[in-house]
């Protein structure tokens, strides 16, 4: 059982990770030719000719070049690695040189041994790090689904969404209760080399150790290949889990090397992707939806048309700009695509078939839900920019609330158990209990019998409702900033003004250049952070939080040494390249708590630059501008006695 495979408590945060190897992404194509084109740039690198039956030949006239096919699972993409046959990490691709540490999720799935040994002559590795695709497979994804529609809560609008929801949770339970798959692909780091010589035969040596892989198709030319590519078209509904395209390799590993990868991709892969499913159906009418940031979205409501296998009856118009912008009208027939990984959408109106009677979509000029003022976004912040986003600002219009307490109330925000969506709804419209701010669901334990007259509130529901509450009044202050849905202060960033700010009182004290030093804020963001925690909404709500015994405790804040005439404090600090004494993450805390500001990139606000092996253009960058820079011997000598790690 995956429950078995957890162990610990949920943790604060992922560890950040750099990949031995680096998880680069691969090219896409789209088209038959492309393929072909990718094809020769590959002989061509490899010098080899293509000879009258389509097969690259080496100058002995002997078959030089075969691809290995297989289907392009979408999902997440990982990278796991066992020393001496145990999995000791599992970290996400992130930006391809590092990536969030998820071993603990990733040890749940049940298909993924946690031990290898070796089996039909295939050794183990001393170092063997496996890439590949988790994923929920297509039954499992309609399970949670009704499952979350049952509990009142929004449903996953795709199952590649869900797997990377499921992977984002700090607590593993959250991916034991979901079956996760994995399927092995590719390769990082391997030592000894000489595990294997091809992707076929790691492929074979993955499944002899028993790791879960795909099918394959081994090609001897590139007609091959397209074959493969239909036929695995036709056969996309049968796999148990979501396909968009097929993943085309060169076999040879040494061939592998020989070609090559640019800084973003490998040159001797590529990935061919099937067209994203487009049919033509009738726009009825447009809802105008009310997000829980004001923002007002146009939601098109149509006739009920079968796309990628599931009955499309809403599709997204993005924002009123683009609707005017493609003059889409009710009444007209639109052509409305899905594809694997993407919300289904409006791409165009049939102007051909526009009856007379189809209407203009209005923007709304006040909210559609409660009447208030509405602030208009455009392309470039001018007047005359195309319009990007209509948001609600009125802070106690009713849709707003309603969303607001659902995200508030959420798992990963404020985790109140027996307070989704479905109960809200049903206290807001079935009783006279007040909830209409976040602090009434502190009261709510002053509400008892009417919460038990309600419909299927039984003696125990109610119990273990009032019981989340109460243990959510002791959320951190992270929990709680990121709880709020406020504009740009989502888990990520309430994490780092967290790190950064001691207790509420220390931020409501802020400035906005005080925010702004804050590692991802910008001037825009800042401001926008610092307008609401100083407006009448924003006292009203950290005022109300806290009479209702809200305490926020502060455990992620970053205790700043004031050593007298320390190098660091007030400083901008960039660490590159590969550091002996350090763990990154590690040092970034210690310089962090000495006062400095540890930023990613290199630019003239930059103060000390801390140089690892092997630096590259963040090195070149500081002495272009000036940069003072560091060694590792330079800055230990700088550290406090005890700071290091």
């Known amino acids: 059982s995956p429950t078995h495979r957890v162990g610990g408590e949920p943790s604060a945060a992922f560890e950040t990770v750099e990949h031995a190897v680096p998880m680069l992404s691969i090219d896409n194509t789209y088209s038959e030719e492309e393929v072909r084109a990718w094809a020769r740039r590959v002989a061509k690198g490899l010098g080899a000719s293509e000879s009258p039956d389509g097969l690259f030949a080496d100058d002995t006239g002997g078959p030089a070049i075969s691809f290995c096919c297989d289907p392009k699972i979408d999902g997440v ?33 049940r298909s993924l041994p946690l031990t ?12 063997l790090e496996i890439r590949g695709e988790v994923f929920i497979p297509t039954k499992e994804f309609e399970r949670i689904n009704a499952e979350r529609e049952d509990a009142g809560e929004e ?12 992977l984002k949770s700090l607590d593993p339970k959250v991916s034991a209760a979901r079956k ?17 010589g091809s992707h076929a035969q790691l492929i074979q040596n993955y499944k002899a150790l028993g790791v879960p892989t795909n099918q394959t198709a081994l090609c001897a030319d590139v007609e091959h290949v397209l074959r493969y590519i239909e036929q695995l078209h036709t056969q996309a509904h049968s796999f148990p889990f979501a396909i968009d395209g097929v993943v085309v390799r060169v076999n040879d590993f040494e061939q592998q090397a020989a070609l090559g990868t640019t800084t ?39 006739e009920g048309v079968v796309l990628a296998g599931t009955l499309v009856k809403h599709a ?4 009123y700009g683009l609707v005017a912008e493609k003059d889409i009208r009710e009444g007209d027939t639109v052509i409305v695509e899905k594809a694997g990984e993407i919300i289904p959408q409006v791409i165009e109106p049939v102007l051909a078939k526009r009856p007379k009677s189809a209407k203009r979509i209005k923007a709304p000029e006040q909210c559609p839900e409660c009447g208030g003022p509405v602030e208009i976004e455009r392309e470039g912040g001018t007047e005359d920019g195309r319009e990007t986003g209509r948001r609600c600002i009125n802070p106690e219009c009713p849709a707003q609330v309603r969303e607001k307490l659902i995200w508030f109330t959420g798992r990963g925000q404020m985790d109140i158990d027996g307070l989704g969506e479905k109960t809200i709804d049903q ?10 701010h976040f602090a009434d669901i502190f009261h709510l334990d002053e509400h008892r019998g009417a919460l038990l007259d309600l419909d299927r509130m039984g003696e125990k529901k109610v119990e273990n409702l009032l019981e989340g509450v109460e243990n959510a009044k002791s959320r951190t202050l992270a929990r709680v900033l990121g709880s709020l849905g406020v504009r740009h202060i989502g888990r990520a960033n309430a994490k780092l003004l967290a790190r950064r700010f001691k207790t509420l009182d220390d931020l409501l004290a802020a400035s906005v250049d005080d925010i702004e030093a804050v590692e991802g804020f910008g001037p825009v963001r800042a401001g926008v952070v610092h307008s609401y925690l100083h407006s009448a909404a924003g006292k009203k709500t950290f005022g109300a939080l806290r009479r209702a015994g809200v305490t926020m405790p502060n455990p992620d804040f970053l205790e700043v040494q004031r050593a007298e005439r320390t190098p660091f404090t007030g400083k901008t600090i960039v660490l590159t390249g590969a550091l002996e004494h350090f763990e990154r993450d590690a040092l970034k805390e210690v310089l962090e708590s000495l006062g400095a ?44 006695e005890g700071a290091d790690t």
């Open 77 to 109: 993409a990982i990278s796991i690695r066992y020393e001496k046959g145990r999995l000791v990490r599992a970290v996400t691709r992130g930006d391809g040189s590092k990536g969030d540490d998820i071993t603990p999720n990733i040890r749940t799935i």
């Open 116 to 127: 290898l040994g070796a089996q039909e002559g295939v050794r183990v590795p001393s170092i």
């Open 155 to 166: 449903p996953f609008m795709n199952a590649r969404n869900a797997c990377a929801g499921t």
């Open 180 to 196: 996760l798959g994995f399927v092995a692909h590719g390769r990082g780091l391997i030592d000894p080399p000489s595990f294997a």
């Open 264 to 302: 973003k991709s490998p040159r001797w892969c590529i990935a061919y992707k099937y067209p994203a499913e487009r049919k033509p159906t009738k726009l009825i009418r447009v809802e105008h939806m009310v997000g829980k940031t004001g923002r007002i979205t146009p939601r098109a409501i149509m």
């Open 316 to 319: 997204s118009l993005h924002n």
């Open 427 to 436: 206290i807001r419209t079935e009783s006279e209990i007040p909830l209409h």
């Open 597 to 640: 500001k540890v930023t990613g990139s290199v630019s003239r606000k930059t103060d000390l630059v801390i140089v690892g092996e092997s630096a590259g253009s963040k090195l070149d960058k500081a002495r272009e501008l000036g940069i003072e820079t560091w060694d590792e011997q330079t800055l230990l000598r700088h550290l406090p």
